[in-house]
């Protein structure tokens, strides 16, 4: 569910109008709800409630300061992936001793920042990356936190581009080495073993793959928890959510009315899976970020112009690939409405496109719509997880604002960038 509804014929975000949004802010805008944030983080909390659980919020998905800041606020946890993100999370009021440091290719430098500020746990992804922490903890005479990764070989049934617990992922160790490498780990000085992770792919649907992998990792989890005293057992993230039937799925009718279409809901994954992890006696720690942020999010974008030609009638909008470029590389779909309320009105297929010069730079194609008009604002939906923490200023195009809506106040959480801020920090020589 979501706050985004029509409301007299204007699509508001909580009690504010989008089009109120875009012509104070202007275009492209991302606009964020707090409440649905907040809902989100608080819903998959009290579901697990049975568990001794950490919400760790995936960084990468959205990591504007001031949604990090309303997740620290809830008492939220951190996985991160670089050494950005960690000082974000820091400059956001996040605690840095909350934080699980994933990811396969941690530098030097962002391993000793990691020490410094004493996180939670480094997710070790190989073998080589366990020796050069131990060297780097050594040479700043401390022990680090890990949690060794291990890579299940499920299917996530996910796109390839997120799938990450299959054999041929480049992510963790193979399930049948693992105990080999935490008895290594046990023999290094400088190592301090806390828990044991996995995460298994991204957009997951299904509550199938959960199992599954959870299920494979239990027997290991046990026997290690003796041998190793692990303190946590990290599920990882991957909680999917609606982008086909976004704008409805923001209705509590529609999850009760329509569970062919519904994504897997947190009472059937709390359900499946808190049998499976509480008699670990274990400390679980999840890593959703899609979940908290993603269906919480929107594009705004204005409409350019129509451009029709013998085959194809194209809608041109002012946001392009490089401000939200999951439909370009991985054909995500994200659905589009325009924020004044279409009334009974006959549908036709366009092509909603942006002015990138890509024929990738599409955001829908044969996209069934109600007439439009150059000037028209459109919504991109569930454009909350994956949209800004992606964008380039390819074709050097300034990135766009963002705004997070409180009831009936938006604020604005990132200026627009100018032309004088694309070359800032470049160096003209003579």
Same mark, same amino acid.
């Given at each position: 569910?979501?706050?985004?509804?029509?409301?007299?014929?204007?699509?508001?975000?909580?009690?504010?109008?989008?089009?109120?949004?875009?012509?104070?802010?202007?275009?492209?805008?991302?606009?964020?709800?707090?409440?649905?944030?907040v809902?989100?983080?608080?819903?998959?909390d009290?579901?697990?409630?049975?568990?001794?659980?950490?919400?760790?919020?995936?960084?990468?998905?959205?990591?504007?300061?001031?949604?990090?800041?309303?997740?620290?606020?809830q008492?939220?946890?951190?996985?991160?992936?670089?050494?950005?993100?960690?000082?974000?999370?820091?400059?956001?009021?996040?605690?840095?001793?909350?934080?699980?440091?994933?990811?396969?290719?941690?530098?030097?430098?962002?391993?000793?920042?990691?020490?410094?500020?004493?996180?939670?746990?480094?997710?070790?992804e190989?073998?080589?990356?366990?020796?050069?922490?131990?060297?780097i903890?050594?040479?700043?005479?401390?022990?680090?936190?890990?949690?060794?990764?291990?890579?299940?070989?499920?299917?996530?049934?996910?796109?390839?581009?997120?799938?990450?617990?299959?054999?041929?992922?480049?992510?963790?160790?193979?399930?049948?080495?693992?105990?080999?490498?935490?008895?290594?780990?046990?023999?290094?000085?400088?190592?301090?073993?806390?828990?044991?992770?996995?995460?298994?792919g991204?957009?997951?649907?299904?509550?199938?793959?959960?199992?599954?992998?959870?299920?494979?990792?239990?027997?290991?989890?046990?026997?290690?928890?003796?041998?190793?005293?692990?303190?946590?057992?990290?599920?990882?993230?991957?909680i999917?959510? @609606?982008?086909?039937?976004?704008? %409805? +799925? #923001? $209705?509590?009718?529609w999850?009760?009315?329509?569970? !062919?279409?519904? *994504?897997?809901?947190?009472?059937?994954?709390a359900?499946?899976?808190?049998?499976?992890?509480?008699s670990l006696?274990?400390?679980?720690l999840?890593?959703?970020?899609?979940?908290?942020?993603?269906?919480?999010?929107?594009?705004?974008?204005?409409?350019?112009?129509?451009?029709?030609?013998?085959?194809?009638?194209?809608?041109?909008?002012?946001?392009?690939?490089?401000?939200?470029?999951?439909?370009?590389?991985y054909?995500?779909?994200?659905?589009?409405?325009?924020?004044?309320?279409?009334?009974?009105?006959?549908?036709?297929?366009?092509? @909603?496109?942006?002015?990138?010069? %890509? +024929? #990738? $730079?599409?955001?829908?194609?044969?996209r069934d719509? !109600?007439?439009? *008009?150059?000037?028209?604002?459109?919504?991109?939906?569930?454009?909350?997880?994956?949209?800004?923490?992606?964008?380039?200023?390819y074709?050097?195009?300034?990135?766009?604002?963002?705004?997070?809506?409180?009831g009936?106040?938006?604020?604005?959480?990132?200026?627009?960038?100018?032309?004088?801020?694309?070359?800032?920090?470049?160096i003209?020589?003579?």
């Open positions: 569910m979501h706050s985004f509804h029509y409301q007299r014929a204007k699509l508001t975000c909580e009690s504010y109008p989008l089009d109120k949004a875009a012509e104070r802010y202007g275009t492209p805008l991302y606009v964020y709800s707090s409440q649905t944030i809902d989100h983080y608080q819903r998959l009290r579901a697990l409630h049975e568990l001794r659980h950490e919400i760790c919020y995936a960084v990468k998905a959205n990591s504007n300061l001031s949604v990090i800041r309303l997740l620290a606020d008492g939220a946890g951190f996985d991160i992936v670089s050494g950005g993100e960690l000082y974000r999370v820091i400059k956001a009021g996040g605690n840095p001793a909350k934080c699980t440091f994933a990811g396969v290719g941690k530098s030097r430098e962002e391993i000793e920042y990691a020490l410094r500020c004493e996180v939670l746990s480094f997710n070790i190989s073998e080589q990356e366990l020796s050069a922490i131990d060297e903890a050594k040479s700043l005479n401390k022990r680090a936190p890990i949690a060794i990764r291990v890579n299940p070989d499920v299917s996530a049934s996910t796109h390839k581009y997120i799938s990450t617990g299959k054999t041929e992922n480049k992510f963790g160790i193979a399930i049948d080495h693992v105990a080999e490498v935490y008895n290594r780990a046990q023999r290094m000085s400088n190592i301090r073993i806390r828990g044991i992770q996995m995460h298994i991204s957009q997951i649907t299904e509550i199938k793959p959960f199992v599954q992998a959870i299920e494979k990792l239990v027997p290991l989890v046990r026997q290690l928890r003796s041998e190793c005293g692990l303190e946590f057992f990290s599920i990882g993230g991957g999917g959510i @609606v982008y086909r039937g976004s704008l %409805e +799925s #923001g $209705d509590k009718i999850w009760k009315e329509d569970e !062919p279409r519904h *994504a897997l809901t947190i009472q059937e994954y359900g499946a899976t808190i049998p499976l992890l509480k006696s274990l400390r679980v999840l890593e959703p970020g899609r979940f908290l942020v993603g269906n919480a999010g929107v594009l705004l974008t204005r409409v350019l112009y129509v451009k029709k030609t013998p085959g194809k009638t194209f809608l041109i909008v002012d946001a392009g690939m490089n401000d939200l470029i999951r439909p370009a590389l054909q995500g779909y994200h659905e589009i409405v325009p924020v004044r309320e279409p009334k009974d009105q006959p549908l036709s297929k366009v092509d @909603v496109v942006g002015p990138v010069c %890509e +024929s #990738g $730079d599409f955001f829908a194609l044969d719509l !109600p007439p439009i *008009a150059p000037g028209d604002i459109l919504a991109l939906m569930s454009a909350g997880a994956y949209g800004f923490t992606m964008a380039s200023n074709n050097s195009r300034p990135l766009a604002a963002e705004v997070l809506v409180a009936t106040e938006a604020k604005i959480i990132r200026r627009r960038q100018t032309y004088a801020d694309l070359i800032q920090q470049e003209t020589l003579d």
